[in-house]
T-cell receptor, first 113, second 106 residues
């Protein structure tokens, strides 16, 4: 498996609190992605990055922000978590562009009460 | 925007039966990818199709890309319990289909 580590793996928090999820890769891939997975919706792209400090929005970006200060790290932040953001979050990487195959991390299960 | 659909949503088969899932895009694609996700796991890349009419095989799995490059299919011959999971297609614009969940009855 590709060297992708997501942390934390599980988190329970309360509505209104800030939450940051971390994705760390050891593959030196240019592209990194954050998805959320909910029953019946498959995988939906939140944000992606195509280089250090270069990010763009996906189809469900409202309520989320991202940062990438180093090639290996991509952070997803929920500034003020809501119950609708309860989901499983996956980070993925691809080598050179968005059309390339992606390799996924193990996911973070986030529950917002 | 681009939409990617998959049918069926669920499929239950007896072990040894064949299985097919279909993927349709609202726009022409430069390529399409297929992923498998086991229950409780993460999506794993299976294959990428690029050419119109392309057919690729991986053991019992056969992948096809339509002539118009707007649809694709994944066919599994003689399913096994190890095939259980959800199969996703993904477009060149990182849009994933909703997936087809396969259950195999031993």
């Amino acid at each position: 498996d590709a060297g992708i580590t997501q942390s934390p793996r599980h988190k329970v928090t309360e509505t209104g609190t800030p939450v940051t999820l971390r994705c760390h890769q050891t593959e030196n891939h240019r592209y990194m992605y954050w998805y959320r997975q909910d029953p019946g919706h498959g995988l939906r792209l939140i944000h992606y990055s195509y280089g250090v400090k270069d990010t763009d929005k996906g189809e469900v970006s409202d309520g989320y922000s991202v940062s990438r200060s180093k090639t290996e790290d991509f952070l997803l932040t929920l500034e003020s978590a809501t119950s609708s953001q309860t989901s499983v979050y996956f980070c993925a990487i691809s080598e050179s562009d968005r059309a390339q195959p992606q390799h996924f991390g193990d996911g973070t299960r986030l529950s917002i009460l | 925007g681009q939409q990617v659909m998959q049918i069926p949503q669920y499929q239950h088969v007896q072990e040894g039966e064949d299985f097919t899932t279909y993927c349709n895009s609202s726009t022409t694609l430069s390529n399409i990818q297929w992923y498998k996700q086991r229950p409780g796991g993460h999506p794993v890349f299976l294959i990428q199709l690029v050419k119109s009419g392309e057919v690729k095989k991986q053991k019992r799995l056969t992948f096809q890309f339509g002539e118009a490059k707007k649809n694709s299919s994944l066919h599994i011959t003689a399913t096994q319990t190890t095939d259980v999971g959800t199969y996703f297609c993904a477009s060149d614009k990182v849009i994933f289909g909703p997936g087809t969940s396969l259950s195999v009855i031993p």
